[in-house]
Structure formats: C-alpha cells, structure tokens
C-alpha cells in the first residue's frame, strides 16, 4: 500500500471510531451501555448481544457498547465516576487513578491555567480541572473527545453560567503534537508521555516524547511534573528535580518527577491506602548516589536467576544498625524500597537492618505505619528447602506466601515445595509467610505470620502481597521487561493502541 493510500486508511478508522463515539452518546447508545452493563453484571454477555443485534440494532454498535460495559468495569477500581466515562483499552492502562492523580494536581496548588500534555483519557484531567482551567492536548482525537467527556462527568467542567446559557468550560481541547503547542500562558504543565508505540511496549527508558524534552520543558514553564514508569533509570533525572514513587496497596504503579519550582523533598514515597487516605514518607535517599533506589538493573537480573533482587546497592541503609532478626520484621512498602527511604523509615520505628544489602528490618515490638507490613517471626533457619518444608507443616497453616529479597530462584517452583499437601492444610489457620533472604551474606529463611491491623492499632493493615503472583507482577511494574502481545480487539469505539 502507497503512504498515501495508508494514511487515507489511517484516517478512515479515525472517523469510523469517532463516529461509533458519538453513536454511544445517543440515546441508542445510551440504552445500549445500560443493557450491556446489566448482562456484564448478569454474566449474560454472550445471549443479550445475540437478542440486541437480532432486534435489529448495529452489530458495531452492540459491541462497542458491551466493549465499554468491560472496561467501565475494570475502571471501577480507578475512577469513581467510571460507569459513565468511556475509555480504550490502552488509555485505561496508562491512565493513573483519580487518587493518585487528585494527589499530585495538589502540587499545582495556587497556579492558574495548567497545561495536560498527552492527555489520554484524561485520568489526570479529571482531578487538574477540578481547581483551574486546563488545556488538554492529545494527538489523538478520540482520546481527546473522550478526556472532555471524562472531565465534564467528573463534575470537573462547569458546562451552564449561572444564567443556564452553555458556555466554554474550564476545559481547552488541543488536538496536536504536545511539541508543537503554545504554552505561553500557562502556569504549569503536567505530562504523562506515551510508553506504548502501537501494540508493544517501549523499551525501558524510552516514551514518546522522549524524557528529555520533557525535563527541557522548565525553559518554557517553571512548574513541570512528568509522570513516568516506577523503573525510571534515577541517574537520568537532573539534578533539584523531586522524584516521589507511588504504590497502591502493595502494587509500586509509577513515578513522579517535580520540577523545583513543585518539588519539596528530594524523594517521596506514596501509598494510597485502601481507606482512601494516602500516606507520604520524604526524605534524603540512603547512601550515597541513589542509594537503594536504583536497583532495576538487580531486579531485571534476579527475575531470571542471575542475581539477587530487591537489595541495597548503597551498603546499609542510612547507617542504621545491623542485628539479627529480632521478634518482628518490617517488609517496607515497594514504593519506599525505589525511593530508597528504608533508612528513613527504620529511624522512625526504631528498627535495624538484618543485612547490610536487604531491606527487611527488625523490630522490638509491632509498630503501626503505613509504609510497611509487620510480620511476626516464628522461627528462622539457614535456608534449605527441606527443613522448611517441614517447618512449615508442623505450623499447621491454611496457607503459604514466599517473599524473597536476596536469593536467587523461581518463587513459584518454591512455594510449591514448601507449601505442605492438601490433606496437611489446616482450615483457619493462620497464613505462614517464608522470607527468601540473606542474614550475615549467608542464606536464610524467616517464617513469619502477618499480624492484623488491630494487634499493630492500624486504623487499616497494608494489603499483603500474595506470594509469587506479586513478586512477578511487581518484577513486570518496576523494570517492564515482560513482553506484551497485541492489544485484544472488541475495545468499542477506540483505537488498538494509545495515539498519543
């Protein structure tokens, strides 16, 4: 095909995904989501599309509406208003939550007109425009008109006067390349750079625009925040920028990089917590350099057995003491392990290293914080998979979780050997978690079980990682090595990939 004759293309599927967008916005559609939001809730997706296309309704327009019914679903954990947003399947992905975004448009405090460059589906949108006027600029026009609808929604656009006469919101749509618009005018810019490039995604490091036009974007405008991937490489940051890592729960989900103009910390660890209050820990990173928080390279490695992850490179961590494992451990949240705050932390709770190059920290007595899970040991033992196998069993569990910091080998393969038979399970017993890890640079393992938020007077527990499922999944966040197929068709209106 000609460039031509692919660009004509190109542009055909743009108006036909448009075009399907406004159908959605019809009464048609309107009745079309509600129908495939009930059969979604139903679980009868497959016989209520047959009886809406048999009645004579679009088929295109039956499965676009059953697409967003999907997707509305898996935004719920992200977005309050998500039964009435629309999104695609790969501006949800790369959408922050409300929480998080409501959590950094904070810092835009006392400015006035703000610029959201490579705006998506507006995840950011929604919270920026709830307290100033925005100029929201995306290349891509679905996700444009989606963003607005997003935002209005949202309540973030006020769309009457007082004399009930429609007017412009607070809310500017662009429709353009962000390295081609006009920023005079506006007093801080935000923008989340595309991490994707069609259906895969970028190798790490690289976005579109690339980091350091972003970073270059102070000469313009003093107030910049850039959001990127948790696995940042920290060395690529300037110098008086405040990198902030954010985790939901237990799950690390991205970085924030301020410029000085918003910064007020050199690190910031962030969990959101599940009561919706969100929980900050800021400080001076441990070590010299980076300290504990660049360890992607460590992590990239131990995912496949060379090396082993989640330690310190910078020695122990803010000259804190180095001891055995006391009567409790400290699993810090992975959000403070990147920011390399574990020094910062183990002052605070009077804790201690029991490696000089592992985060895990001992502790007297059950201390309440957000930023990590409390675990009490129940016994410890030089690492060999037999006898903890059999320590384990004579425990009596109803359940097993590995964590491993400091030791090489398949999480899973392990958990498997050491997770006692069916018949040797015991119904409401307690969950055993195993450390994987290194005491004296010799391999050790700590049994351990969690202690609930009312034995540590935690208002909320953390929310515990489960076993290798979250090893993995936080491996795949933090250094993005997985290898992601193409994006699944039957999205609705909306393209394959996040047209940035």
């Known amino acids: 095909m000609t460039a031509a004759g692919g660009t004509a293309a190109a542009d ?51 499965a676009a509406a059953f697409g967003q019914a999907e997707l509305r679903s898996r935004a719920a954990a992200k977005f309050p208003a998500a039964d009435q947003m629309f999104f695609t399947r790969p501006g949800l992905e790369q959408a922050s939550s409300h929480r998080a975004a409501a959590h950094r448009a904070a810092r835009f405090a006392g400015r006035g007109r703000l610029a959201d460059l490579c705006t998506g589906i507006g995840g950011d949108l929604v919270a920026l425009a709830a307290e100033h006027p925005v100029l929201a600029v995306d290349r891509d026009p679905l996700h444009l008109r989606m963003a607005v609808h997003n935002a209005e929604v949202a309540d973030a656009v006020d769309p009457v006067s007082r004399s009930g006469v429609r007017e412009r919101g607070r809310v500017e749509p662009c429709e353009a390349d962000v390295r081609e618009v006009d920023l005079r005018g506006v007093d801080g810019v935000f923008v989340d750079p595309a991490r994707r490039g069609g259906d895969q995604r970028m190798a790490t490091g690289t976005s579109e625009p690339p980091l350091g036009w972003c970073f270059a974007l102070v000469d313009r405008v003093e107030a910049v925040a850039i959001k990127a991937a948790p696995g940042l490489r920290l060395d690529v940051v300037p110098p008086g920028w405040e990198i902030e890592f954010v985790a939901d729960g237990r799950g690390l989900k991205e970085s924030v990089l301020f410029a000085p103009a918003l910064g007020t910390a050199p ?35 131990d995912r496949f057995g060379d090396v082993a992850g989640d330690a310190l490179t910078g020695g122990p961590a803010g000259g804190l003491p180095l001891r055995p494992p006391g009567p409790f451990i400290l699993d810090p949240s992975p959000a403070v392990t990147r920011a390399g705050l574990v020094g910062t932390l183990g002052r605070l709770v009077d804790g201690w290293q029991i490696d000089p190059r592992i985060a895990f920290l001992g502790v007297d007595r059950p201390v309440a914080t957000p930023f990590a899970r409390i675990l009490r040991v129940e016994a410890e033992m030089a690492f060999d998979v037999r006898r903890v196998a059999a320590a384990v069993r004579a425990a009596g569990v109803s359940a097993l979780d590995v964590r491993r910091r400091g030791l090489a080998g398949d999480v899973e393969a392990i958990r498997r050997r050491l997770l006692p038979a069916r018949r040797h399970l015991v119904p409401h017993g307690p969950t055993m978690t195993v450390l994987m890890t290194r005491v004296r640079d010799a391999p050790w393992a700590i049994l351990c079980t969690e202690l609930t938020a009312a034995q540590t007077g935690q208002v909320e527990a953390p929310e515990r990682a489960e076993g290798a499922a979250a090893e993995r999944a936080e491996v795949a966040e933090v250094a993005e090595v997985a290898a992601e197929g193409p994006t699944p068709a039957g999205d609705g209106p909306g393209p394959a990939s996040a047209g940035r």
């Not at 969100?278 to 992590?299: C, H, I, K, Q, Y």
């Open 12 to 62: 055909d599927a743009a108006t036909a995904r448009l075009a399907t967008f406004d159908a959605l916005l019809s009464p048609l559609g309107t009745e079309l989501l509600a129908a495939a939001a009930a059969a979604l809730a139903r679980g009868s997706e497959l016989a209520d599309g047959t009886r809406l296309r048999a009645a004579g309704h679009p088929p295109e327009l039956v």
């Open 267 to 301: 690190r910031r660890a962030t969990v959101l917590l599940r009561n919706g209050e969100v929980a900050t820990l800021t400080g001076e990173p441990d070590g010299s350099g980076d300290g504990s928080g660049d360890r992607v390279s460590d992590r990239v490695s």
